[in-house]
């Protein structure tokens, strides 16, 4: 699908400030993240012969939540509306355009459909309906975001609660931050339907503010914003370093904190990492209950693939446990990546009528793995970690056990399980420890940063020097 080039509107908005309005960009771009996450849910067959030149972008339809799209015959419509296609689809339009969405396709005499009309009305997004496939059943709980669990639930349960108002869950793309701000939103809905929520996501926060502005619709707008009981906003960080939209979430913020309203706010960063915020926005945001959602570790991302699995109706086959073992060990990304690759491997046993196997997953998903196998190795932790302690890599994985060397050694275990999501057993073979020893080093250093400054401060600084060099 090709797009008309950028259309810029400049207008004057409050206080003289000029706002420029890249129109079509976003729709641009999130289009071709969906196409390319098509490509990576579907083997290159059903690819190349039902998607690629065949499905266009019709209409993105923000309020109603739909995405509108086009194929040229009745017979890839029913294909591509068929349970083996349309999950995907769907799954790959919510990676694309950061909300779940649903989709339409037409064909070539199909009209395109009216848009839902885009002044700002208090109804329009008022119990925007949320996917119940992103439920809190369905979040699979592990180590790395048992916390945000946690208080996601908490918040749930009693919206407006001070403590936990705003609650701000912050991890990289693909971990699970916007399944558990849907998961807020349908629980309340479901118990508390006296309430009003509003969930949107940080850019259309952004395109409501400017479209208001344009159309001298500002009552409308704080009256939309400002009205409700819980406010979801995903995806915080795009508002970075656009003046008038940073002011106006202060002063939304401020008028739902003084009515004792909930406020979730997700992001890719901590406010602290912003870039553009006020110091009295960044200290809002903070004000209230700070949650990490850190890389899923091996057990939760088999986790995640049994329970995908059921949710889709994949039969236990023989090989299916060292298919979903393979995957989760071999992929150091995210959870859209972790079941694109899932997806992937069963589409290839279902044409080729093959069992599921490590050995086809690995035939599948060489290249892929290839591309995504980023990041520090076990074998870089221990040369940094070494490194900073002034010790060599074979003390590192030496019998000896004083505290010089003990807590080095157990420093690398946490690092090498949080930022590779090795296994227990494979660190195990890797430190050439038993596996209870190297569990005991991960909790040890784990649970131990609350209370020691000193710790908390060397790992930050290691597992940073591996992020940025590795």
Same mark, same amino acid.
């Given at each position: 699908?090709? @797009?008309?080039?950028?259309?810029?509107?400049?207008?004057?908005?409050?206080?003289?400030?000029?706002?420029?309005?890249?129109?079509m960009k976003q729709n641009s771009e999130s289009w071709e993240k969906t196409l390319s996450a098509i490509e990576k849910a579907l083997n290159i067959r059903d690819f190349?012969?039902?998607?690629?030149?065949?499905?266009?972008?019709?209409?993105?339809?923000?309020?109603?939540?739909?995405?509108?799209?086009?194929?040229?015959?009745?017979?890839?419509?029913?294909?591509?509306?068929?349970?083996?296609?349309?999950?995907?689809?769907?799954?790959?339009?919510?990676?694309?355009?950061?909300?779940?969405?649903?989709?339409?396709?037409?064909?070539?005499?199909?009209?395109?459909?009216?848009?839902?009309?885009?002044?700002?009305?208090?109804?329009?997004?008022?119990?925007?309906? @949320?996917?119940?496939?992103?439920? @809190?059943?369905?979040?699979?709980?592990?180590?790395?975001?048992? @916390?945000?669990?946690?208080?996601?639930?908490?918040?749930?349960?009693?919206?407006?609660?001070?403590?936990?108002?705003?609650?701000?869950?912050?991890?990289?793309?693909?971990?699970?931050?916007?399944?558990?701000?849907?998961? *807020?939103?349908?629980? *309340?809905?479901?118990?508390?339907?006296?309430?009003?929520?509003?969930?949107?996501?940080?850019?259309?926060?952004?395109?409501?503010?400017?479209?208001?502005?344009?159309?001298?619709?500002?009552?409308?707008? =704080?009256?939309?914003?400002?009205?409700?009981?819980?406010?979801?906003?995903?995806?915080?960080?795009?508002?970075?370093?656009?003046?008038? %939209?940073?002011?106006?979430?202060?002063?939304?913020?401020?008028?739902?904190?003084?009515?004792?309203?909930?406020?979730?706010?997700?992001?890719?960063?901590?406010?602290?990492? *912003? &870039?553009?915020?006020?110091?009295? &926005?960044?200290?809002?945001?903070?004000?209230?209950?700070?949650?990490?959602?850190?890389?899923?570790?091996?057990?939760? =991302?088999?986790?995640?693939?049994?329970?995908?699995?059921?949710?889709?109706?994949?039969?236990?086959?023989?090989?299916?446990?060292?298919?979903?073992?393979?995957?989760?060990?071999?992929?150091?990304?995210?959870?859209?990546?972790?079941? %694109?690759?899932?997806?992937?491997?069963?589409?290839?046993?279902?044409?080729?009528?093959?069992?599921?196997?490590?050995?086809?997953?690995?035939?599948?998903?060489?290249?892929?793995?290839?591309?995504?196998?980023?990041?520090?190795?076990?074998?870089?932790?221990?040369?940094?970690?070494?490194?900073?302690?002034?010790?060599?890599?074979?003390?590192?994985?030496?019998?000896?056990?004083?505290?010089?060397?003990?807590?080095?050694?157990?420093?690398?275990?946490?690092?090498?399980?949080?930022?590779?999501?090795? %296994?227990?057993?494979?660190?195990?073979?890797?430190?050439?420890?038993?596996?209870?020893?190297?569990?005991?080093?991960?909790?040890?250093?784990?649970?131990?940063?609350?209370?020691?400054?000193?710790?908390?401060?060397?790992?930050?600084?290691?597992?940073?020097?591996?992020?940025?060099?590795?």
């Amino acid at each position: 699908m090709k @797009f008309p080039g950028k259309r810029v509107f400049r207008l004057r908005g409050e206080r003289n400030h000029d706002i420029i309005y890249y129109a079509m960009k976003q729709n641009s771009e999130s289009w071709e993240k969906t196409l390319s996450a098509i490509e990576k849910a579907l083997n290159i067959r059903d690819f190349s012969t039902w998607v690629d030149n065949r499905l266009t972008f019709v209409q993105y339809d923000r309020h109603s939540g739909t995405l509108f799209l086009r194929v040229d015959s009745d017979i890839a419509k029913a294909h591509l509306e068929s349970p083996k296609f349309i999950g995907k689809i769907e799954a790959a339009a919510a990676t694309g355009y950061g909300v779940p969405l649903k989709i339409r396709i037409l064909l070539p005499g199909d009209p395109t459909p009216k848009k839902t009309p885009k002044e700002i009305s208090v109804s329009s997004d008022i119990g925007k309906l @949320f996917n119940p496939r992103f439920s @809190f059943d369905n979040f699979i709980v592990g180590d790395n975001s048992r @916390f945000a669990a946690m208080a996601a639930q908490k918040v749930a349960e009693a919206p407006g609660d001070p403590k936990r108002s705003p609650l701000f869950i912050y991890g990289k793309t693909g971990l699970g931050k916007t399944h558990l701000m849907n998961a *807020i939103g349908l629980y *309340i809905l479901q118990n508390s339907p006296g309430l009003e929520v509003l969930s949107v996501s940080g850019e259309e926060f952004v395109d409501d503010y400017v479209n208001a502005s344009m159309q001298k619709r500002m009552t409308s707008f =704080k009256k939309k914003y400002r009205s409700v009981d819980v406010l979801l906003v995903d995806d915080i960080q795009f508002i970075s370093e656009k003046e008038k %939209s940073i002011e106006e979430v202060f002063y939304t913020f401020e008028a739902l904190y003084g009515l004792g309203k909930q406020m979730v706010f997700t992001s890719d960063r901590t406010p602290d990492e *912003i &870039l553009g915020l006020h110091e009295r &926005l960044r200290s809002r945001l903070s004000s209230g209950l700070m949650a990490d959602i850190k890389p899923y570790p091996y057990e939760t =991302k088999v986790g995640i693939l049994k329970h995908y699995a059921v949710l889709e109706g994949i039969k236990h086959s023989e090989g299916f446990s060292e298919t979903i073992s393979y995957i989760a060990e071999n992929t150091k990304t995210n959870v859209r990546d972790l079941i %694109s690759s899932f997806n992937k491997v069963v589409a290839e046993a279902e044409i080729w009528n093959k069992e599921l196997t490590k050995h086809l997953a690995r035939d599948v998903l060489k290249d892929i793995l290839k591309l995504r196998d980023e990041g520090p190795s076990a074998k870089d932790v221990k040369k940094v970690v070494a490194v900073h302690y002034g010790i060599s890599m074979a003390a590192i994985d030496s019998e000896e056990r004083s505290r010089s060397l003990s807590r080095p050694r157990q420093i690398a275990m946490f690092l090498c399980r949080e930022l590779t999501g090795i %296994s227990f057993p494979k660190l195990a073979d890797l430190f050439k420890k038993d596996n209870a020893t190297v569990q005991y080093g991960y909790k040890k250093i784990r649970d131990e940063p609350e209370t020691n400054d000193d710790l908390n401060t060397i790992v930050t600084l290691l597992r940073e020097k591996l992020l940025k060099e590795y």
